[in-house]
C-alpha cells in the first residue's frame, strides 16, 4: 500500500501536469505521510540531495558547453569535418561530416539538444542545397545527437552517478561512455553510406591545402576543450569537477577572445539560461532524493528484484526485459526525471543479477537517449523538427533506419559488457 501510495501520488501529479519535480515532492510528502515518518526528516534528505561536492560538475559543465555550442564552435567543426571527409570523397560526404561534427561537438557541449540545434543550424541547410533531402538531414542529426548523451563530459551521466548516492565514479562514467558513443557515430556512417549509394547522394568535395590549414587551426582552439577534458581526467591532473572549471574558463577565453562571434551584450542572457537549467535540474535532484529515501523504506528494490525473479531467472532475459522498460519510460519522461526515479529502484535489481553498475548506466543512458527521439515527449526529436523545418509526421516516415542502427548498438552494448567497462577498467585502474 505504501508503494502504491508513492507511485500513485506521483502518477497523478504528472497527469495533472504539475511540473515534476513538484510532482516528486508531493509523492514524497504522501509516501512519507504512509509510512509514518516526520517531515523534517523528508526536508533533510531533500537538502542532503544538493549538499554534494560532485553537484558542482553540472554547472561547470552545462555553462562550458553552452559558451562553446553558441559562441561559433559548431560552424568550426562542421568545417574541419569537411575537410576530413574530403579527402576519401566518399558518395554521401556531408552526412558524413553531420556525424563527425556531431561527434566533435558532443565532447564539448555534453548535451543533445544543444547538438540537434546548433549543428542542425548549420549542416542541415547546407546538405539541402547540395541535393540531400531535408528529412534525411533532420533525422541524421536528430540521431546523431544522442552520442552528446554517452561521450564525456555527458551532463547525464553527472545525473546517473548522483542518482546512486554518488558510489559511482563520475571519472569512470565519462570513460564508459566513449566507445559506446563512437559505436553510434560509426554505425550511423555505415547506415549514411548505404543510404547514399542507394539514392545517389552527392560526393564528398576536397577542401585546398591553404583552407583545410587555416580551417583545422580554427577548429583546434576549441578541440582542446576536448583534451581539456579527457586529457585531465585520463592523466590524473584533474577531477571532474576540476576539468569542468578549467574548461569554462577555456572555453570563455576561446570564445571571448579567440573566435569573438559572440557578443559581450549576449553574456547575461546565456549566464541567465544556464542558470535557469541549473536550477531545474538541482530542484529535480533534491526532490528526487527524498523520493530514493521513501523508496528505500518501502523497500522497493528488494520487491522489485522479487517481481522480475518470478518472471525469469536469467540475466540475458531480465536485460531484455530492462530496455523494454527503459525505452518505454524514455518517451514518456524527459531523461534527468527518469534516470533520477528508476536508478534507486532499477540499479540493486541489476546488481543482483550481476551487471556492473557502471555498464548498467551506460544501458539506461541509451535506452532513455532513444526515448528522446521518439514522441510523445522527444526533445530532441521536436528541437530537430523546429530546427530543420519539417513537420512531425514527415519526419517519423523517414526515421525507422535511423531507430533500427540505435536499438542494434543498444543490444550490442547490452550483451557486450565490455564495450562500456574496458576503458575505465585498463585506464583508470
Known amino acids: 500500500m505504501d508503494i502504491f501510495i508513492l507511485l500513485g501520488t506521483m502518477i497523478v501529479c504528472f497527469l495533472i501536469g504539475m511540473p515534476i519535480a513538484y510532482s516528486l515532492a508531493m509523492a514524497a510528502i504522501a509516501g512519507a505521510l504512509s509510512v509514518g515518518i516526520p517531515l523534517e526528516a523528508l526536508m533533510l534528505k531533500i537538502s542532503d540531495g544538493v549538499s554534494k561536492v560532485a553537484m558542482l560538475t553540472i554547472p561547470f559543465f552545462v555553462l562550458a558547453g553552452a559558451i562553446m555550442a553558441e559562441g561559433g564552435m559548431a560552424r568550426r567543426l562542421v ?28 565532447g564539448i557541449s555534453g548535451s543533445a539538444v544543444a547538438d540537434t540545434s546548433a549543428i542542425g543550424s548549420v549542416m542541415i541547410p547546407q546538405m539541402e542545397k547540395n541535393g540531400y533531402p531535408r528529412v534525411f538531414a533532420t533525422n541524421l542529426t536528430i540521431s546523431s545527437s544522442v552520442q552528446a548523451l554517452l561521450v564525456p563530459p555527458s551532463h547525464n551521466a553527472v545525473l546517473y552517478s548522483l542518482a546512486t548516492g554518488g558510489t559511482i565514479s563520475i571519472s569512470a562514467l565519462f570513460m564508459a561512455g566513449v566507445f559506446p558513443g563512437l559505436l553510434i557515430g560509426f554505425s550511423l556512417i555505415m547506415l549514411c553510406l548505404v543510404i547514399a549509394y542507394r539514392e545517389g547522394h552527392p560526393q564528398g568535395r576536397t577542401v585546398p591545402a591553404k583552407d583545410a590549414i587555416r580551417i583545422t587551426i580554427d577548429a583546434a582552439w576549441g ?55 541549473v536550477a531545474m535540474v538541482m530542484t ?28 525469469s531467472s536469467n540475466k540475458y532475459v531480465i536485460l531484455l526485459l530492462l530496455n523494454v522498460l527503459l525505452l518505454l519510460l524514455g518517451t514518456l519522461l524527459d531523461m534527468a526525471p527518469s534516470i533520477l ?31 528522446l527521439c521518439h514522441p510523445p515527449v522527444g526533445a530532441i526529436l521536436f528541437v530537430g523538427c523546429a530546427v530543420g523545418k519539417v513537420s512531425l509526421e514527415e519526419v517519423m516516415r523517414k526515421i525507422w533506419p535511423f531507430y533500427g542502427v540505435m536499438l542494434f548498438v543498444l543490444m550490442l552494448v547490452t550483451y557486450l559488457p565490455e564495450i562500456s567497462l574496458w576503458l575505465p577498467r585498463h585506464i583508470l585502474h
Open 79 to 106: 568545417a574541419f569535418a569537411d575537410v576530413l571527409v574530403g579527402l576519401t570523397r566518399l558518395r554521401g560526404g556531408l552526412s558524413i561530416v553531420n556525424v563527425l561534427a556531431t561527434t566533435f561537438l558532443s
Open 223 to 277: 578541440l582542446i576543450t576536448l583534451v581539456i577534458i579527457l586529457g585531465g581526467i585520463l592523466g590524473g591532473i584533474f577531477t571532474a569537477i576540476e576539468a569542468g572549471a578549467v574548461a569554462c574558463i577555456w572555453a570563455f577565453f576561446v570564445t571571448m577572445f579567440v573566435y569573438r562571434d559572440y557578443k559581450w551584450r549576449d553574456l547575461p542572457v546565456l549566464l541567465h539560461r544556464t542558470l535557469r537549467t
Open 284 to 311: 529535480l535532484i533534491a526532490c528526487a532524493s527524498a523520493v530514493g529515501y521513501i523508496m528505500a523504506l518501502t523497500q522497493m528494490p528488494a520487491k522489485m528484484t522479487a517481481f522480475f525473479l518470478s518472471i
Open 341 to 371: 526515479i528508476a536508478t534507486p529502484i532499477l540499479l540493486p535489481v541489476m546488481q543482483n543479477f550481476g551487471v556492473d553498475p557502471v555498464h548498467f548506466g551506460m544501458i539506461m543512458l541509451l535506452n532513455l537517449g532513444i526515448g
